[in-house]
């Protein structure tokens, strides 16, 4: 018969090393964008279907013994990243192209500084600070082998 008890099952925790959970959960999106001042082929527009993946911590468990619920993330930053940056082009606050999008009614976003995937990953992740989740980093996947991470110092 095996043991009701997770602790008796996994043998004791050392005292000297208190637990840490992390979860993460990924959420896929689609976006365009541009570099300026950029002499490679990202200073055309172009686009990705991105994957920001979000890394929340907890020192214990809630009473239902989570970090926090996967469904709370998607409906938190999930919902976000679908109102405010899916299917949008991503764009310096200065690009040029921006008044001719706002004229053909295309949906876009301003940052004040390039949407980089670096950028992308520390919006993302301060989306999910202000509503206070446990979030300890962001990785954005731009492409199936490029990604940026941030992670607060």
Not at 3 to 12: E, T
Not at 56 to 69: F, I, K, R, S, Y
Not at 70 to 97: T, Y
Not at 99 to 118: H, I, M, Q, S, Y
Request: with cysteine; proline share 8%.
């Amino acid at each position: 018969m095996p043991p009701d008890d997770l602790a008796y099952a996994l043998g004791p925790t050392a005292a000297a090393a208190p637990a840490t959970y992390r979860v993460t959960k990924e959420i896929p999106f689609c976006y365009g964008h541009r570099l300026l001042d950029y002499a490679g082929k990202c200073r055309h527009l172009h686009g990705h279907n991105g994957r920001a993946v979000v890394t929340l911590e907890a020192a214990g468990l809630d009473a239902l013994g989570m970090v926090v619920d996967f469904s709370d993330v998607k409906r938190v930053i999930g919902a976000w990243i679908e109102e405010h940056l899916d299917h949008r082009m991503l764009l310096h606050r200065d690009d040029p192209v921006i008044p001719e999008l706002t004229r053909l009614g295309e949906p876009f976003v301003t940052l004040d500084v390039n949407p980089t995937a670096e950028n992308i990953a520390r919006l993302i992740y301060q989306q999910g600070e202000s509503h206070g989740l446990p979030v300890v980093e962001v990785t954005l996947w731009e492409t199936p082998t490029s990604f940026a991470t941030y992670r607060p110092g």
